[in-house]
């Protein structure tokens, strides 16, 4: 811990280090109930998991400031489930499938990426937010099939990941994938 | 929406709050109650255990009119109301705001049960009067306040919605946690409830319950779940006065919180003698939230100032 914040530092988007993990405040509430003490109410969300948990503080509960560093660096290689970046000077992280979810199936050679370190470990991995990938799988477009209402097929990307893409989209086209919600955004035309 | 916009917008609910003085003034005044106004600009403002005062230069801001008001009320001034604004440090979320606008109002010869009747009087004529000048650009909830109220003690409240009785087992920061997260989340969004009798220590300037000591003869209005109100059995012991502001002031050095001179010019009033009596303080944007059942008071403030940091 770097410091601390006490409940009333609290605002909207502020990360603190409470029991041991950091928190970004994603809700926030000043409640004073009659005569008693300045209450407020949070919703922290975990910047580890992803969980969120709605807590009552006080004006004297203490948060510390998490050890957070960002860096820019540039994905080189996976072995199994560890994935290697490197950064400007050349020092290598290694990072779990784990923290990574999904985003390691839209990771490419020399893809630049931010990584949060919490504590000096990666904590999050975030990538452009486009990228391109290349259909491996997928069935021909069945026309005549969008009266339903279903207008997408399921596909497959080179390295496994699997998403809905338009009727149109074909095996070996280069589409363009969001990578903060993992969903098809556009097909790349190449000549 | 920009800043005009905004403001055009708000004309009805301004109207609203025009409307709830002018019923509240005609309430009092036809009690034989006097409208009083005390200094906003105080030289020691009143201690609290957890209230905090805005200085002003060499002085304070009132955090509420309460000590003057007693004076008056000790000097043989036996109705007294007063409609003014009250600053409170830090205080600043969707139903609080640093300054705001309170009434406030005392009665010789009464006690918190009397004030309670008196206040479902004032609210249910506040209510109706507004309601029928309503020109259909609010939608006045006068069924809050004109529906049975409900008065539960404090006590019965918590041991059905908490699990504990917190007179005979008082702990503060957990009395003050399950007050927010359990007790007034239950409270029912159609109608008023008074919860009644609070643990001693919630006391602050109440008498303690004649023959009953762990029980402060405080009530809350809680207005479809807004705390709306809080009334006392005024505190008149003198002795008992300046004990509970050498305590809380003790306690505020403790946790590093400014402590405040004593008022001994309101301490020599209440050894003089000041008649037994009620008090009520009412939050005036509150209730125009309650009324117009809006959700925030940006919803009801054209301007909300924010500090110089």
Redesign the interface.
């Known amino acids: 811990m770097a410091g601390q914040y006490t409940a009333g530092d609290l605002r909207k988007g502020l990360k603190v280090e409470f029991e041991k993990k950091p928190y970004v405040v994603t809700e926030f509430n000043f409640v004073k109930p009659g005569k008693g003490a300045s209450i407020y109410n949070c919703r922290l969300k975990c910047m580890l998991d992803g969980t969120t948990m709605q807590r009552a503080f006080r004006a004297n509960d203490i948060f510390g400031v998490p050890d957070l560093e960002e860096k820019t660096m540039r994905y080189s290689y996976n072995e199994g489930d560890n994935y290697i970046f490197m950064d400007v000077n050349f020092e290598q992280t290694t990072i779990p499938a784990t923290v990574l979810g999904d985003s390691r199936y839209f990771l490419f050679e020399d893809c630049e990426v931010t990584v949060l370190f919490f504590n000096n470990n990666p904590v999050e991995v975030t990538l452009p937010t486009f990228v391109e990938k290349v259909i491996a799988e997928t069935q021909p477009g069945a026309r005549g099939n969008t009266a339903a209402g279903n207008v997408t097929k399921p596909a497959k990307i080179v390295g496994g990941y699997e998403l809905p893409v338009p009727l149109f989209v074909n095996e070996g086209d280069t589409i363009k994938i969001d990578t903060r919600t993992g969903q098809y955004s556009d097909r790349v035309l190449r000549r | 929406m920009d800043e005009r916009e905004r403001l055009a917008a708000l004309a009805p609910v301004l109207r609203l709050r025009g409307a709830v003085n002018e019923a509240i003034r005609g309430f009092f005044l036809e009690r034989d109650f006097i409208e009083v106004e005390t200094p906003v600009r105080v030289a020691v403002p009143a201690m609290?255990?957890?209230?905090d005062a805005e200085p002003a230069g060499d002085a304070w801001l009132r955090t509420s009119p309460e000590l003057h008001m007693k004076r008056l009320l000790a000097a043989g001034l036996p109705r007294l109301f007063q409609i003014g604004p009250c600053f409170r440090k830090?205080?600043?979320?969707?139903?609080?705001n640093p300054e705001y606008s309170m009434l406030e109002w005392y009665r010789a010869g009464a006690d918190y049960r009397v004030m309670l009747t008196e206040i479902e009087a004032l609210l249910r004529r506040v209510a109706s009067a507004v309601r029928l000048r309503d020109e259909g650009a609010l939608k006045i909830r006068e069924e809050i306040f004109s529906r049975p109220w409900i008065v539960e003690s404090v006590r019965d409240i918590f041991r059905r919605e908490a699990g504990w009785d917190p007179v005979a087992h008082y702990d503060?920061?957990r009395?003050?946690?399950d007050?927010?997260?359990r007790v007034?989340p239950s409270l029912p969004r159609d109608r008023c409830v008074a919860l009644l009798d609070?643990p001693a220590a919630?006391g602050?300037l109440a008498r303690l319950k004649p023959g009953a000591a762990a029980l402060a003869e405080r009530w809350?209005l809680y207005a479809g779940g807004l705390?709306l109100a809080?009334a006392f059995s005024e505190l008149t012991d003198a002795a008992e006065q300046r004990r509970r502001f050498e305590t809380w002031g003790n306690e505020r050095r403790a946790?590093g919180s400014a402590v405040y001179p004593l008022d001994e010019a309101f301490l020599a009033a209440l050894a003089a003698g000041m008649p037994p009596s009620g008090g009520v303080a009412l939050g005036l944007d509150r209730l125009v939230m309650a009324l117009a059942g809006l959700r925030t008071l940006d919803d009801l403030l054209p301007f909300r100032e924010v500090s110089k940091q």
């Open positions: 609290e255990r957890h209230i830090g205080e600043r979320g969707e139903r609080h503060e920061e009395f003050e946690r007050l927010v997260g007034e609070y919630q602050a809350e705390e809080n946790e």
